[in-house]
């Protein structure tokens, strides 16, 4: 399952970030969202933008592609 998959206002563990590009897996992880991150998904913004996630008491945006090649488990 990926993260585009998840509907808002549920939770899932991210199990694998290696299908997104280089700079975006270094931002990720900067912003200490890697393997074994639970992130809650707060909203998903309509005609194909960006999902808002909620990650270690911070929030952040991401766009749908990505979230299409990030690999979750649901909790």
Known sequence: ?????IKAGTS??????????ALVRR????????????VR??????FGGPYTLEAGGQIIGIRRNEAKQIKVVCE
């Not at 899932?12 to 590009?21: G, K, L, P, Y």
């Not at 998904?41 to 309509?46: A, T």
């Open 12 to 21: 899932a563990q991210i199990v694998d970030i290696t299908q997104v590009s």
């Open 1 to 5: 399952m990926v993260l585009a998959d």
């Open 41 to 46: 998904i707060k909203k998903i913004l309509p």
């Open 27 to 38: 931002r990720l992880v900067d912003l200490d969202i890697m393997e074994g991150t639970i």
